[in-house]
Nanobody, 126 residues
């Protein structure tokens, strides 16, 4: 079973940056899709970004391309989400999620994670 530990949320002014971290424990960092979802206040959860640990195929929500970057550190078994030029509408609870996959097909988009982190709050003030 994959356990996900998140960190890095917080409060920032519009235009600022934050980096979220998601460390996978209790499982090899191979052949898994890891990504983030977010849920703004009063809205439904939406996919943000995802990356397949083998080969590095990435997915981004169209509205976030160019501002958010997902990357990985295999030695630390950690996936990062660098968020730049943050806007008030980026305010949400961000959840790290993962699914074991034999290939990168299906990583991102409408994928259905099997494992979830505890969530970390990101608040962007204007």
């Amino acid at each position: 079973q994959v356990q996900l530990v998140e960190s890095g949320g917080g409060s920032v002014q519009a235009g600022g940056s934050l980096r979220l971290s998601c460390t996978a424990t209790r499982y090899s960092f191979s052949y898994i899709c890891i990504g983030w979802f977010r849920q703004p206040p009063g809205k439904e959860r939406e996919g943000v970004a995802a990356r397949y640990t083998n080969g590095g195929r990435t997915y981004y929500a169209d509205s976030l391309k160019g501002r958010f970057t997902i990357s990985q550190d295999n030695a630390k078994k950690t996936m990062y989400l660098q968020m730049n030029s943050l806007k008030p509408e980026d305010t949400a609870m961000y959840y790290c999620a993962a699914a074991r996959m034999a290939s990168s097909t299906g990583c991102g988009g409408t994928w259905a994670p099997s494992y979830w982190g505890q969530g970390t709050q990101v608040t962007v003030s204007s």
